[in-house]
T-cell receptor, first 116, second 114 residues
Framework: AQTVTQSQPEMSVQEAETVTLSCTYD???????LFWYKQPPSRQMILVIR??????QNATENRFSVNFQKAAKSFSLKISDSQLGDAAMYFC?????????????FGQGTILTVHP | KAGVTQTPRYLIKTRGQQVTLSCSPI?????VSWYQQTPGQGLQFLFE???????NKGNFPGRFSGRQFSNSRSEMNVSTLELGDSALYLC?????????????FGPGTRLTVT
Protein backbone atom coordinates (compact mmCIF):
# COMPACT_ATOMS: atom_id res chain seq x y z
CA ALA A 1 0.00 0.00 0.00
CA GLN A 2 1.10 3.52 -0.70
CA THR A 3 1.81 5.94 2.11
CA VAL A 4 2.29 9.69 2.15
CA THR A 5 4.12 11.49 4.94
CA GLN A 6 4.19 15.18 5.75
CA SER A 7 6.65 15.70 8.56
CA GLN A 8 5.82 19.34 9.26
CA PRO A 9 2.54 19.69 11.18
CA GLU A 10 2.86 23.48 11.10
CA MET A 11 4.85 26.05 9.18
CA SER A 12 4.85 29.82 9.18
CA VAL A 13 6.11 32.44 6.76
CA GLN A 14 6.22 36.20 6.48
CA GLU A 15 4.18 37.79 3.75
CA ALA A 16 6.18 38.09 0.51
CA GLU A 17 8.71 35.48 1.65
CA THR A 18 9.20 31.93 0.37
CA VAL A 19 8.28 28.75 2.20
CA THR A 20 8.77 25.07 1.36
CA LEU A 21 6.46 22.30 2.53
CA SER A 22 7.85 18.77 2.61
CA CYS A 23 6.28 15.51 1.52
CA THR A 24 7.64 12.01 1.10
CA TYR A 25 5.83 8.98 -0.21
CA ASP A 26 6.34 5.29 -0.48
CA UNK A 27 5.27 3.21 -3.45
CA UNK A 28 6.44 0.32 -5.57
CA UNK A 29 4.55 1.60 -8.60
CA UNK A 30 6.16 3.37 -11.51
CA UNK A 31 3.03 5.06 -12.85
CA UNK A 32 1.47 7.56 -10.48
CA UNK A 33 0.51 11.17 -9.90
CA LEU A 34 1.29 13.50 -7.04
CA PHE A 35 -0.77 16.46 -5.92
CA TRP A 36 -0.78 19.33 -3.49
CA TYR A 37 -4.19 20.42 -2.24
CA LYS A 38 -5.02 23.49 -0.20
CA GLN A 39 -7.81 23.47 2.36
CA PRO A 40 -8.64 26.93 3.74
CA PRO A 41 -10.88 27.42 6.79
CA SER A 42 -13.91 27.07 4.51
CA ARG A 43 -12.86 23.40 4.15
CA GLN A 44 -13.12 23.54 0.36
CA MET A 45 -10.29 21.42 -1.06
CA ILE A 46 -8.54 23.18 -3.91
CA LEU A 47 -5.96 21.65 -6.21
CA VAL A 48 -2.77 23.70 -6.12
CA ILE A 49 -0.45 21.74 -8.39
CA ARG A 50 0.13 18.25 -9.72
CA UNK A 51 3.05 16.23 -11.01
CA UNK A 52 3.06 13.21 -13.28
CA UNK A 53 5.69 10.70 -12.21
CA UNK A 54 6.83 10.10 -15.78
CA UNK A 55 7.71 13.77 -16.22
CA UNK A 56 11.17 14.79 -15.08
CA GLN A 57 10.40 18.48 -15.27
CA ASN A 58 9.09 19.97 -12.07
CA ALA A 59 5.58 21.39 -12.27
CA THR A 60 5.01 25.11 -11.81
CA GLU A 61 1.80 27.12 -11.35
CA ASN A 62 2.41 30.83 -10.91
CA ARG A 63 3.89 31.27 -7.41
CA PHE A 64 3.71 27.54 -6.68
CA SER A 65 6.35 25.06 -7.76
CA VAL A 66 7.40 21.59 -6.77
CA ASN A 67 10.70 19.82 -6.30
CA PHE A 68 10.03 16.27 -7.44
CA GLN A 69 12.80 13.83 -6.58
CA LYS A 70 11.56 10.49 -7.87
CA ALA A 71 14.44 8.36 -6.65
CA ALA A 72 14.20 9.84 -3.18
CA LYS A 73 10.37 9.70 -3.31
CA SER A 74 10.17 13.30 -2.28
CA PHE A 75 7.69 15.91 -3.47
CA SER A 76 8.03 19.33 -1.82
CA LEU A 77 5.96 22.43 -2.51
CA LYS A 78 7.55 25.86 -2.72
CA ILE A 79 5.38 28.93 -2.34
CA SER A 80 7.05 32.13 -3.48
CA ASP A 81 5.96 35.67 -2.58
CA SER A 82 3.60 34.31 0.07
CA GLN A 83 0.28 36.06 0.44
CA LEU A 84 -2.18 36.20 3.33
CA GLY A 85 -4.60 34.18 1.22
CA ASP A 86 -2.13 31.29 1.14
CA ALA A 87 -2.85 30.55 4.80
CA ALA A 88 -4.47 27.12 4.88
CA MET A 89 -3.90 23.44 5.53
CA TYR A 90 -1.89 21.88 2.71
CA PHE A 91 -2.16 18.22 1.83
CA CYS A 92 0.17 16.17 -0.28
CA UNK A 93 -1.62 13.36 -2.10
CA UNK A 94 -0.76 10.32 -4.20
CA UNK A 95 -2.81 8.64 -6.87
CA UNK A 96 -1.93 5.46 -8.71
CA UNK A 97 -1.95 5.52 -12.46
CA UNK A 98 -3.09 1.93 -12.50
CA UNK A 99 -6.26 0.23 -11.40
CA UNK A 100 -6.83 2.26 -8.24
CA UNK A 101 -8.01 5.10 -10.41
CA UNK A 102 -9.45 8.00 -8.49
CA UNK A 103 -8.39 6.97 -5.00
CA UNK A 104 -6.23 9.65 -3.42
CA UNK A 105 -3.95 8.80 -0.51
CA PHE A 106 -3.34 11.91 1.57
CA GLY A 107 -0.62 12.95 3.96
CA GLN A 108 -1.47 14.26 7.41
CA GLY A 109 -1.38 17.87 6.31
CA THR A 110 0.68 20.97 7.12
CA ILE A 111 -0.93 24.08 8.56
CA LEU A 112 0.59 27.15 6.95
CA THR A 113 0.36 30.49 8.74
CA VAL A 114 1.23 33.68 6.85
CA HIS A 115 2.27 36.66 8.98
CA PRO A 116 1.68 40.19 7.65
CA LYS B 1 -20.42 25.71 -14.69
CA ALA B 2 -21.64 24.82 -11.22
CA GLY B 3 -19.21 23.09 -8.90
CA VAL B 4 -19.69 19.95 -6.85
CA THR B 5 -22.56 20.33 -4.42
CA GLN B 6 -23.15 18.38 -1.25
CA THR B 7 -26.28 18.26 0.85
CA PRO B 8 -26.89 18.77 3.62
CA ARG B 9 -23.95 20.91 4.72
CA TYR B 10 -24.45 20.18 8.39
CA LEU B 11 -26.11 17.29 10.15
CA ILE B 12 -26.57 16.21 13.74
CA LYS B 13 -27.58 12.63 14.45
CA THR B 14 -27.84 10.37 17.46
CA ARG B 15 -25.90 7.15 17.98
CA GLY B 16 -27.66 4.21 16.38
CA GLN B 17 -29.42 6.26 13.72
CA GLN B 18 -28.62 6.14 10.04
CA VAL B 19 -27.79 8.99 7.70
CA THR B 20 -27.72 9.62 3.96
CA LEU B 21 -25.47 12.22 2.37
CA SER B 22 -25.81 13.43 -1.18
CA CYS B 23 -23.29 14.60 -3.75
CA SER B 24 -24.02 16.15 -7.14
CA PRO B 25 -20.97 16.17 -9.40
CA ILE B 26 -20.02 18.79 -11.92
CA UNK B 27 -22.11 18.44 -15.06
CA UNK B 28 -20.55 15.88 -17.38
CA UNK B 29 -18.46 14.25 -14.67
CA UNK B 30 -19.10 10.55 -14.30
CA UNK B 31 -16.80 9.61 -11.45
CA VAL B 32 -17.56 10.39 -7.80
CA SER B 33 -15.31 9.61 -4.85
CA TRP B 34 -16.03 9.96 -1.14
CA TYR B 35 -13.60 10.78 1.66
CA GLN B 36 -13.89 11.02 5.43
CA GLN B 37 -11.88 13.71 7.22
CA THR B 38 -11.31 13.58 10.97
CA PRO B 39 -8.70 15.27 13.17
CA GLY B 40 -7.34 11.91 14.29
CA GLN B 41 -7.30 9.88 11.08
CA GLY B 42 -6.99 12.68 8.55
CA LEU B 43 -8.40 12.18 5.07
CA GLN B 44 -9.39 8.63 4.26
CA PHE B 45 -10.82 7.22 1.06
CA LEU B 46 -14.25 5.64 1.38
CA PHE B 47 -15.27 4.57 -2.12
CA GLU B 48 -15.46 5.56 -5.73
CA UNK B 49 -18.23 5.21 -8.27
CA UNK B 50 -18.24 5.37 -12.03
CA UNK B 51 -21.18 4.66 -14.30
CA UNK B 52 -23.29 3.54 -11.34
CA UNK B 53 -20.73 0.90 -10.32
CA UNK B 54 -18.48 0.93 -7.29
CA UNK B 55 -14.94 0.72 -8.67
CA ASN B 56 -12.88 1.01 -5.55
CA LYS B 57 -13.48 0.78 -1.82
CA GLY B 58 -11.50 1.91 1.20
CA ASN B 59 -11.04 0.13 4.48
CA PHE B 60 -14.31 1.00 6.20
CA PRO B 61 -16.88 -1.27 7.84
CA GLY B 62 -19.96 -2.42 5.99
CA ARG B 63 -22.02 0.22 7.78
CA PHE B 64 -20.70 2.60 5.16
CA SER B 65 -22.29 2.15 1.77
CA GLY B 66 -22.97 4.18 -1.29
CA ARG B 67 -24.52 4.26 -4.69
CA GLN B 68 -24.52 6.26 -7.86
CA PHE B 69 -27.48 7.10 -10.02
CA SER B 70 -27.75 7.31 -13.79
CA ASN B 71 -27.31 11.10 -13.65
CA SER B 72 -24.00 10.53 -11.78
CA ARG B 73 -25.35 11.90 -8.51
CA SER B 74 -24.12 9.84 -5.61
CA GLU B 75 -25.30 9.11 -2.11
CA MET B 76 -23.51 7.57 0.80
CA ASN B 77 -25.25 5.97 3.73
CA VAL B 78 -23.98 5.24 7.20
CA SER B 79 -26.09 2.93 9.31
CA THR B 80 -25.98 2.42 13.07
CA LEU B 81 -24.04 5.61 13.65
CA GLU B 82 -21.21 5.65 16.16
CA LEU B 83 -19.61 8.63 17.87
CA GLY B 84 -16.48 8.00 15.82
CA ASP B 85 -18.39 8.64 12.61
CA SER B 86 -18.43 12.35 13.42
CA ALA B 87 -16.44 13.85 10.58
CA LEU B 88 -16.38 16.03 7.52
CA TYR B 89 -17.45 13.96 4.54
CA LEU B 90 -16.08 15.18 1.24
CA CYS B 91 -17.00 14.08 -2.22
CA UNK B 92 -15.04 14.73 -5.37
CA UNK B 93 -15.95 14.37 -9.01
CA UNK B 94 -13.93 13.92 -12.16
CA UNK B 95 -14.61 13.34 -15.82
CA UNK B 96 -13.41 9.78 -15.81
CA UNK B 97 -11.40 7.27 -13.86
CA UNK B 98 -8.17 8.10 -15.65
CA UNK B 99 -5.35 8.83 -13.28
CA UNK B 100 -4.53 12.19 -14.80
CA UNK B 101 -8.02 13.58 -14.41
CA UNK B 102 -8.36 16.34 -11.85
CA UNK B 103 -10.73 15.71 -8.99
CA UNK B 104 -12.94 18.61 -7.93
CA PHE B 105 -14.08 18.61 -4.33
CA GLY B 106 -17.36 19.72 -2.86
CA PRO B 107 -17.66 21.83 0.31
CA GLY B 108 -18.34 18.79 2.46
CA THR B 109 -21.02 17.65 4.88
CA ARG B 110 -20.20 18.08 8.55
CA LEU B 111 -21.75 15.16 10.45
CA THR B 112 -21.93 15.26 14.22
CA VAL B 113 -23.02 12.15 16.09
CA THR B 114 -24.16 12.63 19.69
Amino acid sequence: AQTVTQSQPEMSVQEAETVTLSCTYDTSESDYYLFWYKQPPSRQMILVIRQEAYKQQNATENRFSVNFQKAAKSFSLKISDSQLGDAAMYFCAYRSGGTSYGKLTFGQGTILTVHP
Amino acid sequence: KAGVTQTPRYLIKTRGQQVTLSCSPISGHRSVSWYQQTPGQGLQFLFEYFSETQRNKGNFPGRFSGRQFSNSRSEMNVSTLELGDSALYLCASSLSLAGEEEQYFGPGTRLTVT
